[in-house]
């Protein structure tokens, strides 16, 4: 049998890649057959990319600097083979050997709980010693003249003597497609010369010894004789920015090139502590989709002086424009870049790349993820980039993204969903899946370590930011919630590997979450949110979950037809003698002084359009709108046209004009509640009330047609940019959210005097969930239900002889109540709209080259709510009005004060005018 060799990545970069992907000079040198295992490699020698040489950060940095269009800083690779000649000079190998035969034993799961215990004390103690004499290890004379070479070509290279480089772990076992050993090994930024170099080499090597990386191996059961390290010596660059590129958004897992980026070095980005600028682009012609402006609080810097980086506040307190001290070898170009870089004085608020460079970064990162795909055929890849002050892009990492594969994903039922006030916080990162669990506020590690906190299988932890020392304890738990992070933060990663969900970013988790501390939430990953209690979860499949990425449908208007069957099913079509078909609207008989005023509505429709167009774009004398209308069985009733004839009267109409009808329409409405408000029972008042009401009435018979028209003009633009329905979905529910909404206004007053109801019900021992209307015996409570009840619209019928609906709005209140549970009723905070605004991500912005459709898209959803926020202001203004007509009744000595509302307009006016006198 005939055994198939397997091909090193020199072999496959040859054979699998485009040559047009690669620079000329990789092509030559693939041309070329080199079999030398050496102890260094440097950064123009292609055999670099070999994993088995130089690790997976060596390898990586080797297939990027193959890559045309994509810089690396320069860099030499120790390689493994060194790393192994070494250790065989020394009885260490018998050590590891030792070390897999004990983690063999914790695998094979035929030992008890402290048998373990005493089996991982053991590794854990054999490891550190192991770590601790390869730290030590002394390097023979080839070696230690192989890397002082290397370095002396790295600083000829810069032309600076004690050039800083940094140096990186880069194992065997790092970066693979099954598991990612990201940050697991260590690194060390901003080391200058050869014995700073020579010192971090050990200690590199040492790492793959840690306990974080002996643990993380045992997990997945990879044996620890095979874990080989490379260390990766490279030039620093000073950034002012540095991120990562991802070829997949892994909080949706939409296949976009997703780009984070912070100031300074991208330190605080990968470790979770920053949370992060950035960009989001479509993968096929790298339109921007959105960009979010990070916290940025922290950045990292190098230090001053010596060797090593420091965290700093991104304030502004210390200002650092240079140092006197400064290696006298340090030329001016690296001073330039390290005052720079150094400089704190950045606003949080402001991005930290402009659209163009951000762009450009998502172009290579979709190279260098094309090339991925032709070597490995690795679906998704991350890289990492820093951006010198030149400006240019220097790329330093590439390696796959861990699978998000799922046999189930679980959402929350948000049709349970009844209110804003109970979302407890939301994120700005999260892994798809959804879990319930009881909130477990951590505010430090210590607490952990010392076990005055413990995490118990069915917690939803809380804490600022999670880490690698964290990993033992986050084997068994339902969620984690975190205040700082990034799409690359701890949590994000052990969640991935462990299938944990999290939400993060969350500002202020920790102070909304503590007087929540033990009860049961509902973590969503798809909406990134925390619900207080228990929700329904569902399932969706990864079909359901690939959908929403499809484009956006262009809308299409209902057929006469289908449209006529729609009118007639429920009641709003009516035929006459001639069988002639007419629309009901309002559905339902109106008293005469309604009737006359919604029929004054319709003659002048046309007239509102036209104040909207301009001049030279007047509506023609046509028969779309002809104004006849008929009052059928006491509703008011306009003739039937079909649904594509009506919207032609916004034909041609460009985005001012529209935006002048819809603030004509908000117009109208707000100076009938002021007429309202205002009302007193005399002639000038009527007359008033009378224009305004006819006014609002006549944009009441446009607005269906007005929303429809918007909705068709915004699906088609969403359509021709490609734009998915779940991005297009999720920056509408953020326009949404920042306009003032009566029904949200209406649900939130509900919440209000539901808790108020529930503490009346338990202090006169009755049963909150089946309390009845005629048990509350407390005035002021009866008073502010008659209130709600007459503030919005809560039955269809709006004419003037229904009476207050206090038993409708009661039973809306008990159905609350009974839906959300007693216990949560009272624990909740009813946020008003002023502070849901700060909650809003404010700095998330999409579709920000495309203004045309933001403009659009805006006016779209203002005229929805406008039509909703009518409803309630109507109703509102009628019960101001209907108090005082019912007052003028009884001056009239009217026998039954409520014929009042079957006078005409004429006819009242009469009246109004005949008490004046």
Known sequence: MTTKTKLTITEKLRTRVDPK?????????????????????????????????????GSSLGILNCIKGVFVPYYFCITTFAFKRMLSLTDIPKQIEKLDQLSDLVNTGKYDSEQVKSLEKEIYELAENIKNQISEIEFDEKLLKSIKGGYARLCEKAKIKDLSVAVR???????????????????FLNQRGEKDVIRSVKRCWGSVFTYRAVQYRILKKVPHSIAKASVVVQKMVFPTVAGTGFTIEIGTTYPGIHVAATNGLGEGLVSGEVTSDEWLFNSDNLKLIKMTCGSKKIQYQITESGSGIEKVPTNGNENRNGNENENENQNENEKKEQNENNSTTTKKKKYCLQIPMSREIAKLTKRVGLVYKQLFNYQFIDTEFAISPTPTIYFVQARPVVPIIYDKILTVDTSQINSEQEILVKGKYSLLGASVGKINVIKNFDDLATGKKVIRSEDIIVTSKTSNYWNQYLTNLQGIVSMEGSHTAHPMLIGRERKINCVIGCPNCIELLTPYEGQWATLDGLNKCVYLGKKKLIEANEETIFNQFEVVDIEELQDSESSLKFLFAFNRAIKDEKEQVWVANPNHPLEKILQEFFGEGLQIRRQLIN???KENNKLPEEKILNNSFKVIGGKICDSYQALDTVIKVFDKMDYEECKHFHKGYKNAVDQFLKSCEQFSLNTESWQKYVSTFIRMAGYMWLSFFFRTYLNIKVSKMANKLKISKFHFSNYSEILQKRIFEEDNHFRDSILRISQVIVKFALENQLDPLSIELDQIKDEKILEKITKLSQSFRITKKTNFRISSPIKETFKKITEQINIIGIEKIQAMKVITFEENLKIIREYEEYFVEDVELQHWLKLSIKARIQHCNMHHKKIRGQWIVKRALLQFAQKLSLKNEDDIFNFSVKELSHRFEFFKN
Do not use: C, N
């Open 169 to 187: 772990s880069s194992a065997t076992t790092e970066d693979l497609k099954e598991a990612s050993f990201a940050g697991l090994h260590d690194s």
């Open 611 to 613: 104040e909207s167009r």
């Open 21 to 57: 992907l690669l620079k000329e000079e990789v092509v030559f040198q693939l041309s070329k057959e080199q079999t030398e295992d050496p102890d260094i490699l440097l950064f123009d020698d292609v055999r670099s990319t070999r994993l088995e040489l130089t690790g997976g950060k």
